[in-house]
């Protein structure tokens, strides 16, 4: 009987080591897992914020190339314009010459402010695109360096398999030594006067 519930108690202790093993493996695998997903959601995230701040910047560029050949165009226009008016006996400093040249040194402005409009919101649909990347890196991150706070959860079911097991275990032993022979203690008990002599009692 004895080595039939030390086996038990062993298998328990097996059973108990087997299955905080197995939490402690999983764990590991998960998180694992967890990190590299983060990882890879990373490095897209960061190709990605890469990639939208170039095409804001090829905007910008491509955006102030136009703009300076426009104010070009412009100054060239106004050149021909003052040779067309001086020839034409019109006096550039007052009078309808002044006013023309005014009229048309306003709407080469004008198409000056257009293109840089047109310019800033190309490039700020690409920053957004940029800002959303740079925050999906930085949750990614976050995500990577949080990958292994699941082992305090894991510890604690680990010590309730071992406190089950502890438990289980005890029953066991338990259960063992109420199947031992007794003993009896005779203290606290009082015999008959009639039978002292017989256990050798006096008085």
Not at 91 to 96: I, T
Request: glycine share 12%.
């Amino acid at each position: 009987m004895c080595s039939v519930a030390v086996a038990g108690i062993a298998l328990s202790a097996v059973g108990t080591a087997v299955g905080m093993y197995g939490q402690y493996q999983q764990q590991k695998v998960s998180e694992a897992a967890a990190k590299q997903s983060a990882e890879y959601n990373a490095q897209v995230a960061a190709a990605d914020q890469a990639s939208q701040t170039q095409l804001a910047q090829n905007e910008i560029a491509k955006g102030a190339a136009e703009r300076n050949r426009h104010m070009r165009g412009g100054a060239r226009q106004m050149g021909e314009m003052r040779s067309q008016l001086a020839a034409s006996g019109f006096e550039m400093d007052s009078g309808s010459g002044l006013s023309l040249l005014g009229e048309s040194a306003e709407e080469i402005q004008y198409d000056a402010n257009i293109i840089d409009q047109n310019t800033n919101m190309s490039a700020w649909q690409y920053q957004v695109g940029a800002a959303n990347a740079a925050n999906n890196q930085s949750w990614a991150n976050y995500q990577k360096s949080q990958a292994g706070s699941g082992r305090t959860s894991t510890l604690i079911g680990m010590g309730g398999t071992l406190l089950g097991g502890l438990g289980q275990g005890l029953g066991q032993y338990n259960a063992w030594q109420s199947t031992k022979t007794p003993k009896f203690d005779l203290a606290g008990y009082t015999v008959n006067n009639a039978f002292k002599p017989a256990y050798g009692i006096k008085g």
